[in-house]
């Protein structure tokens, strides 16, 4: 793959175009780790948005969600792992299969952090995002608990 320029910009999305936001809501439904009716009413309602791009191609979305008190509730019940309910969320990091290998996923998590002062949590089943969130501080807690796809999920959690 030829050398490729990647910027990772992070704002509300209430800032990013219809079709920008359809795009990242499609990239999240492809990467298939979330509900996909979830991820298409939650990610313009998200706090921050960070989208990673090649020249004018979406390759890439993160976001730290709104607080949502009885979903952090039941993780932390899940987890067994009790946390202030009021915690954001960082989730919907997804990689445009072209572009992984990239390290677009720490990225964007950094790019997201640089803004956010306070405690994130985050749940995943995904080795590689295991590795980029333990690498951007992120410390995994409690036991893991069966998703909704079968898959083994962990919680997360970044101290302020």
């Not at 191609?57 to 607080?67: N, P, Q, T």
């Not at 089943?125 to 807690?141: C, D, I, N, P, Y």
């Amino acid at each position: 793959m030829p050398t490729v320029h990647y910027d990772i910009k992070a704002g509300a999305p209430s800032k990013v175009s219809l079709k920008d936001l359809s795009q990242c809501i499609g990239m999240v439904k492809a990467g298939d780790a979330v509900d996909p009716d979830s991820a298409a009413v939650e990610t313009p309602r998200a706090q921050v948005l960070a989208i990673a791009s090649a020249g004018n191609l979406i390759v890439g979305v993160g976001a730290i969600k709104r607080c949502r008190p009885k979903y952090s509730f039941e993780i932390a019940e899940k987890s067994g792992v009790p946390f202030d309910p009021n915690t954001s969320e960082l989730g919907y990091i997804s990689i445009d299969a072209k572009h992984r290998g990239q390290r677009l996923s720490g990225r964007i998590v950094q790019e997201l952090l640089s803004g956010h002062e306070g405690a994130l949590f985050a749940t995943t089943s995904s080795e590689r995002m295991k590795r980029t969130l333990a690498h951007a501080g992120f410390v995994q807690k409690g036991s893991e608990w069966e998703g909704t796809k079968n898959q083994q999920l962990s919680l997360w959690i970044k101290e302020k």
